[in-house]
């Protein structure tokens, strides 16, 4: 069983700042990835941004140049770092991870519950 508790959504006014993280726990054996990924209402699910268990970061093209995605592996914990907020960037932010996890083969796919980023004047 893995469990991802995202934490750090709220409201924030353009050009603002935010920073998400996201702990997972469980019988994790190791990461694959972990990442961000969003969903606005009336829109699909889309990747934010990545990461792997490399260090090689992946970024929608809409978020380049203003979010950071980053991880402490000894916590099993991926940030992401948001900056120069836009009303664009409203969403429910999912946390995502790829796990080898104790008695299952393979890489497995687990998500948080999401947290709310709303992007407002």
């Known amino acids: 069983q893995v469990q991802l508790v995202e934490s750090g959504g709220g409201l924030v006014q353009p050009g603002g700042s935010l920073r998400l993280s996201c702990a997972a726990s469980?019988?994790?054996?190791?990461?694959?990835?972990m990442g961000w990924y969003r969903q606005a209402p009336g829109k699909e699910r889309e990747l934010v941004a990545s990461?792997?268990?490399?260090?090689?970061?992946n970024y929608a093209d809409s978020v380049k140049g203003r979010f950071t995605i980053s991880r402490d592996n000894a916590k099993n914990t991926v940030y992401v770092q948001m900056n120069s907020l836009k009303p664009e960037d409203t969403a429910v932010y999912y946390c995502?991870?790829?796990?080898?996890?104790?008695?299952?083969?393979?890489?497995?796919?687990?998500w948080g519950q999401g947290t709310q980023v709303t992007v407002s004047s």
């Open positions: 990461i792997t268990s490399g260090g090689s970061t």
């Open positions: 995502n991870g790829r796990f080898q996890v104790l008695f299952k083969s393979g890489v497995n796919d687990y």
């Open positions: 469980g019988s994790i054996v190791s990461i694959n990835s």
